[in-house]
């Protein structure tokens, strides 16, 4: 039972461009959304959170949107730079434990 | 702040043997969680601990796997009479409840079982 779903495996953008990744759902008891990077033999690092009380959250080039109503989200990432190459994870908890529940990634390629 | 750090960093054993990972979190933090991740998947949540009580497990663990944290520090995840199907990056996490309850991740101990 995936209750977090990434639907698209991989992802290529131009330097310079817009990146968006999605995201969605299927608990709606979920409240705490969190985007993690993972390089090759590396553990994910934390990039951006979102709490479900809002619906958009802004940190340097990284924009991440919250649409409850679709349960779903994006990661926005502008302008995308080739450092940013790596494997997205999305993840959420509910209001009633502890656990996170990670999607399967998607593989972003950012081109010069 | 050195972060999460995991030993050993690769484990290659035979099937049947038991095998001992350890993590050691961010001092500050009390809260830890050990995750399982396999090739294409996201990390699947193990366990987890808050100081040295063991909170929560998912079906995942069987009882094969223990894991302890018996000082609310460093903490032991135990696999006994290993087999294929645990080959895997096992992944462990911290994060402080003061703050906004982000976990923080070492960099995995990838075990092989041959």
């Known amino acids: 039972d995936q209750q977090v779903k990434q639907n698209s495996p991989s992802l290529s953008v131009q330097e310079g461009r817009i990146s968006i990744l999605n995201c969605d759902y299927t608990?709606?008891?979920?409240?705490?959304f969190l985007w993690y990077k993972k390089y090759p033999a590396e553990g994910p690092t934390f990039l951006i959170s979102?709490?479900?009380?809002?619906d958009k959250n802004e940190d340097g080039r990284f924009t991440v949107f919250l649409n409850k109503s679709a349960k779903h989200l994006s990661l926005h990432i502008v302008p995308s730079q080739p450092g940013d190459s790596a494997v997205y994870f999305c993840?959420?908890?509910?209001?009633?434990?502890?656990?996170?529940?990670f999607g399967t990634g998607t593989s972003l390629t950012v081109i010069p | 702040d050195t972060g999460v750090s995991q030993d050993p960093r690769h484990k290659i054993t035979k099937r049947g043997q038991n095998v001992t990972f350890r993590c050691d979190p961010i001092s500050e933090h009390n809260r830890l969680y050990w995750y399982r991740q396999t090739l294409g998947q996201g990390p699947e949540f193990l366990t987890y601990f808050q100081n040295e009580a063991q909170l929560e497990k998912s079906r995942l663990l069987s009882d094969r796997f223990s894991a302890e944290r018996p000082k609310g520090s460093f903490s032991t995840l135990e696999i006994q009479r290993t087999e294929q199907g645990d080959s895997a990056m096992y992944l462990c996490?911290?994060?402080?409840?003061?703050?906004?309850?982000?976990?923080?991740f070492g960099p995995g101990t990838r075990l092989l079982v041959l």
């Open positions: 996490a911290s994060s402080d409840p003061r703050g906004r309850e982000t976990q923080y």
């Open positions: 979102i709490s479900s009380i809002k």
């Open positions: 993840a959420a908890r509910a209001n009633t434990g502890n656990q996170f529940y």
């Open positions: 608990n709606s008891m979920f409240d705490y």
